[in-house]
T-cell receptor, first 115, second 110 residues
Framework: DVKVTQSSRYLVKRTGEKVFLECVQDMDHENMFWYRQDPGLGLRLIYFSYDVKMKEKGDIPEGYSVSREKKERFSLILESASTNQTSMYLC??????????????FGDGTRLSIL | GQNIDQPTEMTATEGAIVQINCTYQTSGFNGLFWYQQHAGEAPTFLSYNVLDGLEEKGRFSSFLSRSKGYSYLLLKELQMKDSASYLCAVLGNAGNMLTFGGGTRLMVKP
């Protein structure tokens, strides 16, 4: 079974802090994704990566950056946390080529609160 | 632009059948996924449709009509454990990027 592991289930940070969310997958997947999930808005894509050191902006990249130094690890960085970034953050990974029918496998999520 | 619509909430009775609809307008289409998400848990994959028609997988079936921009997820013989959110997601023209609808929260009552 694919395992996608997010470093924290719950995290509380202060406005202006730099925040790191880590995600590791154990199935040698090429593609990794960061989403945020808010009530009524569904999952919205922040960034994704299709290879080491490669990244692409999703629908809502503002205020975020990412890092993929190793194939198994994809980090989401909040450069200067703000209260509107309080949300559930989900990491996902999938194998293979573009337009693939391979489903994305999700981590359990990190519920981040910015005070 | 991308637009995916699903009902926000549905209620059904244990043992019954429920149909959850999803309509989409996207720039390009390379398949539609359904995921199940229990409260506080990760979404898990249920089905994938890329051709028109019905795909059956046990108690769950998923239907697609590309000409109508429409899909539904059919759940038969409902069980209490089927209470969850059901997420519709479309694979468009941008590589492996999925666009998700807002999700349908299904409550199964005894």
């Amino acid at each position: 079974d694919v395992k996608v592991t997010q470093s924290s289930r719950y995290l509380v940070k202060r406005t202006g802090e730099k925040v790191f969310l880590e995600c590791v997958q154990d199935m040698d997947h090429e593609n990794m994704f960061w989403y945020r999930q808010d009530p009524g808005l569904g999952l919205r894509l922040i960034y994704f990566s299709y290879d080491v050191k490669m990244k692409e902006k999703g629908d809502i990249p503002e205020g975020y950056s990412v890092s993929r130094e190793k194939k198994e690890r994809f980090s989401l960085i909040l450069e200067s946390a703000s209260t509107n970034q309080t949300s559930m953050y989900l990491c996902a990974s999938t194998r293979g080529l573009s337009y693939s029918n391979q489903p994305q496998h999700f981590g359990d999520g990190t519920r981040l609160s910015i005070l | 632009g991308q637009n995916i619509d699903q009902p926000t909430e549905m209620t059904a009775t244990e043992g019954a059948i429920v149909q959850i609809n999803c309509t989409y307008q996207t720039s390009g289409f390379n398949g539609l996924f359904w995921y199940q998400q229990h409260a506080g848990e990760a979404p898990t994959f249920l089905s994938y449709n890329v051709l028109d028609g019905l795909e059956e997988k046990g108690r769950f079936s998923s239907f697609l009509s590309r000409s109508k921009g429409y899909s539904y997820l059919l759940l038969k013989e409902l069980q209490m454990k089927d209470s969850a959110s059901y997420l519709c997601a479309v694979l468009g023209n941008a590589g492996n990027m999925l666009t998700f609808g807002g999700g349908t929260r299904l409550m199964v009552k005894p």
